[in-house]
């Protein structure tokens, strides 16, 4: 990134293509962090966790597990459906039909197994709310560079120094945070 804001600062002289650069940059940056793999492991423990609350359907499970992790978890239908069905196969879980999805609940033998582990839901670890914590702050910063982009690409030139003025603020306020003691 370095070289790729014109001279004079961010937004100054007629080098707004250069600031696209970079924004674009930044943006494609912080999204190759913002990725977290978890086990397969995890995958059958939150199932089962959340199952023990109540029967549901696969996309609820998979809403869930997102939800309660902070965003830091989406698993892909690609991992929960495999292990529902592993879940079904081991008669841990069972599947019933009801307005054309399925439902899937935790059997007798299925209540035994989350009640005889000492295993908390994935998304209560620590690890889970690392996870949340290093996935929410780089999501904001793509947020924020797709917002200095639209301004930068449709705003006039007043438009631009204004959210110049606001990012050179941002950045400031955040260093600041740093310095805090």
């Given at each position: 990134?370095?070289?790729?804001?014109?001279v004079g600062?961010?937004?100054?002289?007629?080098?707004?293509?250069?600031?696209?650069e970079?924004?674009?940059?930044?943006?494609?940056?912080?999204?190759?962090r913002a990725?977290?793999?978890?086990?397969?492991?995890?995958?059958?423990?939150?199932?089962?966790?959340?199952?023990?609350?109540?029967?549901?359907?696969?996309?609820?499970i998979?809403?869930?597990?997102?939800?309660r992790?902070?965003?830091?978890?989406?698993?892909?239908?690609?991992?929960?459906?495999?292990?529902?069905?592993?879940?079904?196969?081991?008669?841990?879980?069972?599947?019933?039909?009801?307005?054309?999805?399925?439902?899937?609940?935790?059997?007798?033998?299925?209540?035994?197994?989350?009640?005889?582990?000492?295993?908390?839901?994935?998304?209560?670890?620590?690890?889970?709310?690392?996870?949340?914590?290093?996935?929410?702050l780089?999501?904001?910063?793509?947020?924020?560079a797709?917002?200095?982009?639209?301004?930068g690409?449709?705003?006039?030139?007043?438009?631009?120094?204004?959210?110049?003025?606001?990012?050179?603020?941002?950045?400031?306020?955040?260093?600041?945070?740093?310095?805090?003691?």
């Amino acid at each position: 990134m370095k070289g790729s804001f014109p001279v004079g600062g961010f937004g100054a002289g007629h080098n707004i293509e250069g600031m696209w650069e970079a924004m674009e940059e930044m943006r494609s940056g912080f999204e190759k962090r913002a990725g977290s793999r978890v086990g397969r492991g995890d995958v059958r423990a939150a199932v089962l966790a959340l199952l023990a609350e109540k029967p549901m359907h696969g996309y609820q499970i998979i809403h869930e597990i997102e939800e309660r992790s902070g965003g830091a978890w989406k698993p892909s239908a690609g991992s929960v459906y495999p292990t529902l069905q592993l879940l079904a196969d081991e008669g841990l879980i069972s599947v019933e039909e009801s307005n054309g999805r399925k439902i899937y609940s935790l059997t007798e033998a299925g209540r035994e197994v989350v009640a005889g582990s000492d295993m908390s839901a994935p998304w209560e670890s620590s690890a889970a709310t690392a996870g949340a914590r290093f996935t929410a702050l780089p999501r904001a910063g793509v947020e924020l560079a797709q917002a200095a982009a639209q301004v930068g690409r449709t705003g006039s030139p007043e438009q631009v120094q204004e959210a110049v003025t606001v990012l050179d603020e941002a950045r400031r306020r955040l260093y600041s945070i740093l310095a805090q003691v």
